[in-house]
């Protein structure tokens, strides 16, 4: 067990609606990541919070957007899905910035 | 582009055959490298991180070791519960990760 928490671990809903993942850090971390993890792309980082500020952002779709609230939890809100977003959503945490980054144990999104 | 590229992409081997699992890379200035095991449907867990050419971590049935250029992980003697897609990564501009593909191990009995 990392000590990184998601929910919810299965998500099935149709396009065009909209989601919202959550994760909860590690006690003590302020960084928190989202990855994207499909069949054919393997992990991609999608973007990083810091202490409730944006800090890094990578290949994140404009229909995607993500906060930090001031208990550190993260939601990431992914709108307007489509078939291809159907994905494993992985959130890490760190203490900072170049520290290990502790993985949770993912939700799984199933657009039809 | 910096990239990061892991060899074999996958690796089936008898129970007690070590081998070694093979991860280079291309960024430039070098602030770590990191491994991590998958499980089907499971997050990355944590193995081990290597900051300096040279430097070398154990961990039980795995040894993980760094150059200037690539990383190898070791698998001494492997039992079927290793079984997992092992992933290595960098870290690049500010705190982001690149990760590679991955090397699927499969040990048999």
């Known amino acids: 067990d990392s000590g990184v928490t998601q929910t919810p671990k299965h998500l099935i809903t149709a396009t065009g609606q909209r989601v919202t993942l959550r994760c909860s850090p590690r006690?003590?971390?302020?960084?928190v990541y989202w990855y994207q993890q499909s069949l054919d792309q393997g992990l991609q980082f999608l973007i990083q919070y810091y202490n409730g500020e944006e800090r890094a952002k990578g290949n994140i779709l404009e229909r995607f957007s993500a906060q930090q609230f001031p208990d550190l939890h993260s939601e990431l809100n992914l709108s307007s899905l489509e078939l291809g977003d159907s994905a494993l959503y992985f959130c890490?945490?760190?203490?900072?910035?170049?520290?290990?980054?502790?993985f949770g144990p993912g939700t799984r999104l199933l657009v039809l | 582009e910096d990239q990061v590229t892991q060899s074999p992409e996958a690796l089936r081997l008898q129970e007690g055959e070590s081998s070694s699992l093979n991860c280079s890379y291309t960024?430039?200035?070098?602030?770590?490298l990191f491994w991590y095991r998958q499980d089907p449907g499971k997050g990355p867990e944590f193995l081990f991180t290597l900051y300096s050419a040279g430097e070398e971590k154990e961990k039980e049935r795995l040894k993980a070791t760094l150059t200037k250029k690539e990383s190898f992980l070791h698998i001494t003697a492997p039992k079927p519960e290793d079984s997992a897609t092992y992933l290595c990564a960098v870290p690049w501009n500010t705190d982001k990760l690149i990760f590679g593909t991955g090397t699927r191990l499969q040990v048999f009995p």
């Open positions: 890490a945490s760190s203490l900072g910035g170049l520290e290990t980054q502790y």
């Open positions: 960024v430039s200035g070098l602030r770590g």
């Open positions: 006690s003590g971390d302020l960084s």
